[in-house]
């Protein structure tokens, strides 16, 4: 069974940084790969970044510069930093795992983390 558990969300001033964890079990990060989406009100889930088994990485351009992913293989966890954090980040930051199975991309998803930047 694939279990993400994201953590690290939280009130925060502008400028400010937090760091976003999603702890990965029933996975092989050497299978599929990880990513951060982010969905705030009325607007549709858009991706942040994703890391391959590999290590390359892509970062979405309203964020690049400003936050990165990383991962520890070992513990299976995924980390969003995120720098020089701006109003419009304000939202719910989602984990996932993507695999192919068959041909056809399977999706999971954590449950989710509340990010709210504001003065």
């Known amino acids: 069974q694939v279990l993400l558990v994201e953590s690290g969300g939280g009130l925060v001033q502008p400028g400010g940084s937090l760091r976003l964890s999603c702890v990965a079990s029933?996975?092989?990060?050497?299978?599929?790969?990880m990513g951060w989406y982010r969905q705030s009100p009325g607007k549709e889930r858009e991706l942040v970044a994703r890391?391959?088994?590999?290590?390359?990485?892509e970062i979405a351009d309203s964020v690049k510069g400003r936050f990165a992913i990383s991962s520890d293989n070992a513990v299976n966890t995924v980390f969003l930093q995120m720098n020089s954090l701006k109003p419009e980040d304000t939202a719910d930051y989602y984990c996932?795992?993507?695999?192919?199975?068959?041909?056809?991309?399977?999706?999971?998803w954590g449950q989710g983390t509340q990010v709210t930047v504001s003065s």
């Open positions: 996932s795992y993507h695999i192919l199975i068959g041909g056809r991309w399977t999706v999971y």
């Open positions: 029933g996975i092989s990060f050497s299978v599929g790969h």
């Open positions: 890391i391959y088994s590999g290590g390359s990485s």
